[in-house]
């Protein structure tokens, strides 16, 4: 079913480097989907930033993210990205975009068939475009995350490097929260269940709401109770499970996917997520985590955190959310796509 | 050697209508093209919103000016408009692009030809992206507005509609400042130069630069000497043109074409503008006007203003910057480009 004879071109964000050092979960997936079809044999071009690490071709005309240079004009980097790639599609037997609304404005201008991985809808002020292109081959990240009308082919779950991500037999006992400083993560959902709970709560990631963080995150902050580090990369993550026993994910608004949720589970740390949006398809309620719908459920959830079986987390993750298992579900979206574009040729 | 059996697309900006209310410089000159095109027979469509008023045919996929329409994002109505318009190429022997960088990067995707008139380099960020599409066909709108290295088929100057801005035989005592309220228009320089001369300055045009506004001129405004009127349309434009002995722009950068001062000198009235960009190309230094190179030149400009003749400011816009000599220049562009169409087919 898998034909990897045929060329592809993942067109990846240019905020940030693909890998992301940090922060940056598309480009993270468009990472890992990029290497995971590499390994397979297919012949991948990686639309990405100059510094990007592929073992793909790289094809690059912004030397760094816009988000870590501030010469750059965002817009201008992307419109520069976004056609450089599009210039070359007949180079190509598929398109694989993952950059958001942008892209789907040049797809009827070429021939090459274009599918689009949609992340997330950021604003209902975006939707004319999926309306326009409606037509276009979708996928889904989650079941939940769909919007109605698009032509979606298939969910394909993201999926992460295990090898990133090693169990940690026995987590310690802090409550760890890894996300955007933003309110639609709850961080300050975070913060009261360590407080009712009387548990220490470490808090990392980029502050991408300032209002946010200095009225109702800074305030909390003692360096003791509940403590803030800062963003991490993959070795402060790790350090992170190595100490935690659940990851707090009190999503305010339905969550999309929840890259998180899968690296926490697989280093096999218990995670503790508002049932809102795709945290009910990632996490199995009882299994590997906890699905609450307030703060006082997720601290009566805390109590039950011994029953979670460390090594079940890890092996849900493998099963449901690995790089093979998402370059499965692409393949099988590739094919379905080479299959119709074949019809459609006189 | 004009063409009118091609058709033509004139991709006008969508921040305002076409042609703009009030403000909307580029909007207001893509209208007086597309009237002025289609009165000499040629088969234009504009691309514009759909509330414009035009003779051409109207193609619109975005309702409003996005700066008139809380409820659209600039970002998606750009996108969706600039698409729409390359996606009905092959309807079109030429496609006449007034929108700035973002078009570019869809002309290597189709074949139709596509000339773009530069209004104007907003920040040097947006280089990149004229450097990599440079051996397009570019038109200047004045000599002085013109970067290194692009494809110039010429420079035609921007037109107005002079049936809109009849002769005021006789002008009043007051100055008057038009344009928006941001440093770059010098809106201070000319309530320096009215203080100084104690004579009264009526200022209208929208508030771009808040703070600007704020600190530099609303301390100033008396309502007597020193007067701010809001944004004005054309009746309001004649209304000053009616009153007033002369128009101060005292630009503190380069003008890149500076609309205002033909709009003025049609209705008769002198310019007094900084010798910056473009205006030494629209104001002849004593015969229309004078060029100052700081407060103290305009101040003493102020006393030869009797020495101008009203008739002659007129006749030179009628010769250089009505909509006919404009639609003259664009015709001679688009031949030069049909011919070396010609050229490259096979």
Not at 192 to 206: C, F, Q, T, W
Not at 221 to 234: A, K, S, T
Not at 261 to 274: F, K, Q
Not at 316 to 324: D, K, L, M, P, T
Request: aromatic share 8%.
């Amino acid at each position: 079913m898998t034909r990897p004879d045929k060329k592809v071109a993942v067109l990846s964000p240019v905020a940030w480097r693909t890998p992301p050092r940090q922060y940056g979960a598309w480009e993270t997936v468009a990472s890992n989907l990029t290497e995971g079809l590499v390994a397979r044999g297919w012949d991948v071009t990686l639309f990405a930033t100059r510094d990007s690490v592929t073992s793909a071709h790289l094809h690059a005309v912004v030397d760094k993210g816009y988000e870590e240079d501030s010469t750059v004009d965002s817009k201008v980097a992307e419109y520069l990205h976004i056609s450089g790639a599009f210039e070359h599609a007949a180079e190509f037997d598929l398109i694989h975009s993952h950059y958001d609304f942008m892209a789907l404005t040049y797809i009827r201008l070429v021939k090459t068939p274009v599918l689009t991985t949609i992340h997330g809808f950021s604003s209902p002020k975006i939707m004319p475009v999926y309306q326009k292109y409606c037509d276009g081959y979708f996928v889904s990240i989650s079941d939940s995350d769909r919007a109605a009308g698009l032509r979606y082919l298939a969910t394909v779950y993201n999926g992460i490097d295990l090898s990133l991500y090693p169990l940690q037999e026995s987590g310690g006992d802090d409550l760890i929260f890894l996300g955007r400083i933003h309110p639609d993560k709850g961080v300050h959902l975070a913060i009261e269940v360590a407080r009712l709970s009387g548990r220490r709560l470490i808090i990392a990631g980029i502050i991408q709401d300032e209002v946010y963080y200095r009225k109702q995150v800074k305030p909390h902050i003692d360096d003791q109770n509940i403590r803030y580090i800062g963003p991490v990369g993959v070795a402060g993550k790790n350090e992170l499970f190595a100490r935690g026993c659940a990851l707090l994910h009190l999503n305010t608004i339905p969550e999309r996917f929840g890259l998180v949720l899968a690296e926490a589970n697989a280093a096999g740390v218990p995670v503790i997520a508002m049932d809102l949006g795709s945290c009910r398809e990632v996490i199995k309620h009882g299994q590997t985590g906890f699905l609450v719908n307030n703060v006082i459920e997720a601290v009566e959830a805390l109590e039950r955190i011994p029953e979670i079986d460390r090594r079940a987390c890890r092996s849900r993750v493998q099963q449901h959310f690995s790089i093979e298992t998402m370059v499965d579900g692409y393949e099988r979206v590739y094919a379905t796509i080479f299959g119709l574009e074949a019809k459609r040729q006189p």
